[in-house]
């Protein structure tokens, strides 16, 4: 095995992987073995940021409220292209209940067990793999970031990368596309991609009744039996009916508390916990006005507080994507599908950029769940599509 270490654009990132001994598996088993539980990065941006500046990346850490993020670039004309990612992760769950450690990083038939390792450690290296075999052999003609917070997963109290935007917008910092590597595929990698979000609305309801003693009921309101109907007009009602890039738009209830704890004593009220994930036909406020009306309509005494986590957003030019979708042709031979379903991701923010936006990555069938794992093989393709569409993005 030579290496010519005399040539000008030999990547100090590879001089780094090969005497460490670091591959696209082990790097995304060391990710992994760090407990990034949302708002907290603790310590994978250390590795990170030292791969990107083994590239010549020029990097910061941006940090504000509970949120950390590193933010890295490379090149100084042209275009930009942002590959947008996260750190964090959700919540083991009963850790009884998992195969391997979920910090461990276990292999098992090709597959990385482990929180983080589809959502998304793995495809974070995946991208940086490609990033190092692309400047390694090939002149860059535009720009190339690279942004990754610790808190995509967490509340929007902790600070999301809406105010690191904000920031690199005032002093003059564009994204023209960007990557999102959020798990978009299906059954096989690089199946799916989204080109768009639904909206996310959150409320926390209280339906205020009367309480007292279980035997008396002309001395009460029951809440629980209130909440009954309202359930059951929620359940039917159609609040669009969709458009060709969203399914309608839905409701669901995530959480309904009441009672006192004592079998006698009818509560006095009831906190219900909902979400509209919404589409283009739907704005917010209208969505706020329907609920409203809903509970004003069954003469309802009612406290209610509202949550907006991000708007629905589109990309409606067609240059990004067909770039990626010619590079998941040129590597697969199948054409993806677009579907925007899923939830929500940072690729909501980036539209203060006026970016186009496309979020591709693994499949999204172990994500938050007991025994999340990643096909090596799968991240090996979307290497490949990755370094396919660095070559041929700007051409």
């Not at 769950?93 to 450690?101: C, I, R």
């Not at 917008?169 to 096989?188: A, Q, W």
């Not at 409203?292 to 009612?302: Q, W």
């Not at 067909?322 to 940072?346: F, L, W």
Request: aromatic residues 8%; negative net charge; glycine residues 8%.
């Amino acid at each position: 095995f030579y290496i010519d270490l005399r040539k000008d654009n030999f990547s100090r990132c590879f001089q780094l992987i090969i005497s460490k001994k670091m591959n696209l598996e082990s790097l995304t088993k060391q990710l992994i073995q760090i407990e990034s539980i949302s708002p907290n990065d603790a310590g994978c941006f250390d590795i990170l940021e030292s791969a990107l500046e083994g590239m010549n990346f020029s990097c910061e850490r941006i940090s504000y409220k509970n949120v950390e993020n590193l933010y890295a670039v490379i090149g100084s004309q042209g275009p930009t292209l942002c590959f947008l990612g996260h750190t964090d992760v959700v919540p083991t769950g009963p850790l009884d209940q998992w195969t391997y450690p979920p910090f461990s990083g276990e292999t098992h038939d090709d597959h990385i067990y482990g929180r983080g390792a589809a959502d998304m450690k793995g495809n974070i290296c995946a991208f940086l793999e490609a990033l190092g075999a692309f400047l390694n052999t090939e002149k860059l003609n535009y720009r190339i970031a690279v942004l990754l917070t610790s808190n995509e997963e967490g509340t929007p109290e902790d600070g999301f990368i809406d105010e690191l935007l904000e920031k690199l917008k005032s002093r003059g910092e564009t994204i023209d596309y960007c990557l999102v590597g959020e798990p978009s595929s299906s059954l096989k990698v690089a199946d799916t991609i989204r080109i768009g979000r639904r909206g996310s609305l959150s409320g926390k309801l209280k339906i205020i009744g009367k309480q007292g003693h279980i035997a008396y009921p002309e001395k009460i309101i029951n809440p629980i039996f209130l909440v009954t109907d309202l359930i059951k007009i929620l359940k039917e009602k159609k609040w669009d009916s969709g458009n060709e890039h969203f399914q309608p738009t839905s409701f669901q209830i995530s959480n309904i508390n009441s009672g006192t704890g004592a079998g006698n004593i009818v509560p006095g009220e009831l906190i219900m916990d909902f979400n509209f994930r919404f589409c283009s036909e739907s704005t917010s406020e209208s969505l706020k006005s329907s609920f409203e009306e809903i509970l004003n309509s069954l003469d309802l005494k009612f406290e209610l507080d509202w949550s907006l986590s991000g708007n629905p957003f589109l990309t409606t030019k067609d240059y990004f994507i067909n770039k990626i979708v010619s590079a998941i042709k040129d590597v697969t031979g199948r054409e993806p599908e677009i579907n925007n379903g899923g939830g929500t991701s940072d690729g909501r923010f980036m539209t203060a950029m006026n970016a186009e936006i496309v979020e591709l990555g693994p499949l999204n069938e172990s994500i938050h769940k007991i025994d999340e794992n990643v096909s090596l093989n799968d991240l090996k393709i979307l290497k490949d599509i990755y370094l396919n569409l660095l070559k041929n993005l700007i051409t």
